[in-house]
């Protein structure tokens, strides 16, 4: 806020926080705008002689959240959790292989509820790959103006919005409008396609690792557009990433994903503070210290995923977990309900406190010094 | 994290406005290419032989004479000597240029339009779909091209019109391949499921971002098989099937002077030599091309 | 989709996971090739059909009588469904009748079969000439990429691939048998015999031009795959690290030319290929009594049942070597997938 003054800019200023109560709002804001209920996906393994199936990879294994109005919900996890196919999937980019998926009240797919084309009018997507996402043959006014034109809308209104769109996300249309996706740095591109995602008008985006090819300093830019534009825009975000620190500055409610299941999922605040799965917690831990007093020895998170597949019984993350226990081995610890704002959740016997685990009602990082002290020891 | 700054950044107004489109920037490359725009212009020039062929040409090409058969270069006022029926070389070779490039490119347009709207089905659909084309594709693909040809005209019989229906059938598999692995690649990308997210119909889909990514390797592999065409055409020409006597065509020139390379080896090199040049640059033009417009071989 | 293709990379790659045996590759592509096979002879087939007129006409001579036609007619089956016909054609074929040739009145197997040999006599000449100097070419112009011997070489590789090769023949004919007297213009032997002998400078004279001119069009396509490949190799980060190891210049073209090789070989598989099946022209030029010119003398004289036989056996031959090559691709380079 408090900048040299640049020059003279063509950007909107600040607008004042849209009041709530939407004209396109339904079931008011204590009705969630997204509501996700046991969203399965599975992708065939197939081999052998014919090439037949010969398993599964859950991609995506009975996830259950609610996204609320006007929040931002980040999801975070490692490459390979899913969630990437459940950005497809929400949108309605691939088959899922059941599970119900419930916009502002109104159920996607059935025959009373909303078709997938009404709910893409609404529902909006920002790729993570700002090559691959705009067509290289179109300028970028085309690319932009093109999800509106194909849903009917006029030339002339079409051109309007436009310009206005590369106008908000901070391209001036008569410069730019008219360039091609290789003349454009990575961070234009990824406001193309910002706008491109914003040309329907939607309530919502999903935002795929929109901003993680990004440098870092192009990476501050557009998150602060992002949340410019979801002021003015009266948005509600779905924010995916694998940066902690981007997810912490950006969401009020963080989601933690592991091998296609939530493990954790409550209020930013508290997630990044009180984390009570063991796998938040390591991730949290794996993140880069500034300070030197803070910064871990060990890897908090050692060895890849195990096998999606063949996921370990019980408990998913027990193979990697320094708290397992011969009950994680045979009990599938719940996430339980989660369906409002405040309520923080772990998918975790220890989370829970008539679990029977040992440390059952603690806090995962506790034993993080006594890891120390073991890796010490065995050096 | 300190993201303090409130105003979304705006891009300095310094970016110079640059608008080149596609062919633009395209044209723009070629300019300095001096090889490609040589053989541009020599292929410029053989269309515009064959094109304005009875206003340049000297003689009737099909005129014999019993009294100046196998004349040498330069004899009296034939330039390029007369070949086995006393017709005039020159003229032959002009009017003969007429059959060799349509035998070039007729085949090759045919075959780019039906082998590409082949292969963006099979590469968009996917699935069986893909399966089916691909393999009926493959069956021809199990011939070397040559054999192709020469076993379709030959069961056809000779003529224009076969060797055409011979040639395109030869040149629909590879371009159906080419266009199916362009479409089978852009469709995986992400503008085409951002469209789709947009709600758009797979027709839009095709003709917005498909086709507007494909044609330019689907054509540059187009313009190659250019030079095969004409090599293949005279081949069958050559062989006796294609083009018939009396037409002036370079491959059946070749085929009938050769029985007299004992008496005039140099006219009788010439038709061969003329073959070697179209396809040569036709061959160096699509090169060129390639280079310009980036695609992979 | 493009998830799917990811997530199937990851797998292949993480522990315990589904790479599939190579001998279940072997198998799985020899299936793939099998659906190929029977469609090439359902286009030899239909040949048969394809040929205007009559196709009894097709499959007699003009001078036939009326009971030939009959018994063709029940040995053929032409009065039952196309499908039988079809299935009665092949299960002779698979036997090795192809049914008797109009001209010589001889099986057209046995024809086939010793014009074959003719004709992998000039193939495998022209193969053992060009591959291994395609591949010296394209590796030293890979070396010098953009720079005179490079240019040199890829013009020739041009020319190469854009030289009518039954002009070439022609050409060399003209200098070397009429010029220079030194060769002889066509044939496969002195008195037309028939039993070619490689030890003997008098026969093999006459393959020599048939040889120089096949070999020209390959040369230039494997050169200038060799090049792609070597210089995408050479400018590989990894090369530069040998470099930097102080590795030699042999030593750096030992690695560059063992990670391009699988692709060059793909590329020379397709070639021997052509060389087999695409003899035609330069047979017909030079008179060598190989499939080619066999398939040129069945065209003129109308010999259905020769045409028909000899591209059944040159298609099949030229689907067993691509899977032979592609087979052996798999074995030699590793990176290739085996799904």
Known sequence: MSRAPRRKSTAPEWPKPVPPGDTRDRGGQAQPMLLVENLRKYFAIRGGLLNRKIGDVKAVDGITFAVFKGETLGIVGESGCGKSTLARLLMGLIPAEGGKIVFDGDPVGGPSGLTLRELRRNLQMVFQDSDSSLNPRLPIEESVAYGPRVQGATRDATKKTTQDLLQRVGLRPDLFGGRYPHELSGGQKQRVNIARALALNPRMLILDEAVSALDKSIEAQVLNLLRYLKRHFNLTYIFISHDLNVVQYIADRVMVMYLGEVVEIGPSESIYHQARHPYTRALLDSRLALDPADRVETAPLTGDPPNPIQPPSGCRFRTRCEFAEDMCATTAPALGESLDRASHRAACHMANPASGHKRAGQLPSVARPAAMMYSVEAS | MSLATATPDIIPATAAPRRRGYWRALWHKLRYDYVTLFFLTIIVLIFAAAIFAPLVAPFDPNKTSMVYRLKPIGYRHFFLGTDELGRDMLSRLIYGGRMSLMMGFVPVVIATCVGGFFGVVAGFTGGWVNMLIMRIMDVFYAFPSVLLAVAISGTLGGGVGNGLIALTLVFIPPLCRVAEAATTQIRTRDFVEAARASGASNLSIIFFHILRNIVAPVLVYASSLISVSILLASGLSFLGLGVEPPTADWGLMLSTLRQSIYVQPLICAMPGAAIFIASLSFNLVSDGLRQAMDVRA | ?339
Request: net charge positive; with cysteine; proline share 6%.
């Open chain 3, 1 to 339: 989709m493009y998830l799917a293709l990811l997530l199937r990379e990851t797998y292949r790659t993480s522990a315990g996971v589904v790479a599939n045996p190579m001998w279940l590759y072997v198998i799985r592509r020899i299936l793939l090739a099998a659906p190929i096979a029977i469609g090439v002879t359902v286009i030899c087939f239909a040949l048969i059909y394809l040929a205007p007129g009559d196709p009894i006409q097709s499959l007699l001579p003009p001078e036939a009588t009326q009971a030939d036609v009959a018994y063709l007619k029940q040995v053929y089956g032409f009065d039952k469904p196309l499908p039988v016909q079809y299935l009665k054609w092949v299960s002779r074929a698979t036997v090795g009748d192809f049914g008797t040739s109009i001209q010589t009145n001889r099986p057209v197997l046995g024809e086939v079969r010793r014009a074959l040999s003719h004709t992998l006599i000039i193939s495998i000449g022209a193969a053992l000439l060009a591959f291994p100097l395609a591949i010296a070419l394209g590796t030293l112009a890979a070396f010098y990429i953009g720079r005179p011997p490079d240019r040199i070489a890829t013009m020739a590789s041009v020319v190469g691939i854009s030289v009518p090769n039954y002009w070439l023949g022609i050409v060399l004919i003209i200098v070397f048998a009429v010029e220079l007297g030194v060769l002889p213009a066509s044939g496969m032997g002195p008195q037309g015999s028939d039993d070619f002998s490689l030890t003997q400078w008098a026969q093999l004279k006459y393959a020599v031009l048939p040889v120089l001119t096949t070999a020209l069009v390959p040369l230039g396509i494997i050169m200038r795959s060799t090049r792609a490949a070597m210089a995408d190799v050479l400018s590989q980060d990894f090369i530069q690290t040998l470099r930097a190891k102080g590795l030699g210049q042999g030593a750096v073209v030992r690695h560059a030319l063992r990670n391009a090789l699988p692709q060059v070989l793909a590329v020379m598989g397709l070639q021997f290929g052509y060389l087999v099946g695409g003899s035609i022209l330069t047979e017909t030029i030079f008179n060598w009594p190989g499939t080619g010119f066999l398939m040129n003398k069945a065209i003129l004289t109308r010999d259905i049942p020769m045409l028909q036989g000899a591209l059944l056996v040159l298609a099949l031959s030229f689907v067993s070597i691509n899977l032979a090559v592609d087979l052996l691709q798999t074995a030699v380079d590793p990176r290739v997938k085996r799904g």
